[in-house]
């Protein structure tokens, strides 16, 4: 099976940046379409970006588009997320979530992905 471990989250003022990794392991990377997921306290998982197996295609939710970016080097088997201006509503864990149902789609629906890493705490303070 695909094993996902998330890294580079922790704690960042309003407007800065931060960017998650998450490195790959088990299975051929390349074959998975990738996603990102958060879920903040007090409320349900929400889709955040996902990209297909060639990185040729991206999706994002509307609350982080044009503030986010997804990438993957499947050379290094890792997935990216590059987050920039962040606000406090940005909080949240974030997991690393990796589908094997059609990696030529950016899917955006939870419920396709069968490989979860543990997540990464990003808390943006005021």
């Known amino acids: 099976q695909l094993r996902l471990l998330e890294s580079g989250g922790g704690l960042v003022q309003a407007g800065g940046s931060l960017r998650l990794s998450c490195a790959a392991s088990g299975c051929t990377f390349r074959n998975y379409g990738m996603g990102w997921f958060r879920r903040a306290l007090g409320k349900e998982r929400e889709f955040v970006a996902a990209?297909?197996?060639?990185?040729?295609?991206?999706n994002y939710a509307d609350s982080v588009k044009g503030r986010f970016t997804i990438s993957r080097d499947n050379a290094n088997n890792k997935l990216l997320l590059q987050m920039n201006s962040l606000k406090p509503e940005d909080t949240a864990v974030y997991y690393c979530?990796?589908?094997?149902?059609?990696?030529?789609?950016?899917?955006?629906?939870?419920?396709?992905?069968?490989?979860w890493g543990p997540g990464t705490q990003v808390t943006v303070s005021s």
């Open positions: 979530a990796g589908h094997p149902w059609d990696p030529s789609i950016a899917t955006m629906t939870s419920t396709r992905y069968e490989y």
């Open positions: 990209i297909t197996w060639n990185g040729g295609s991206t």
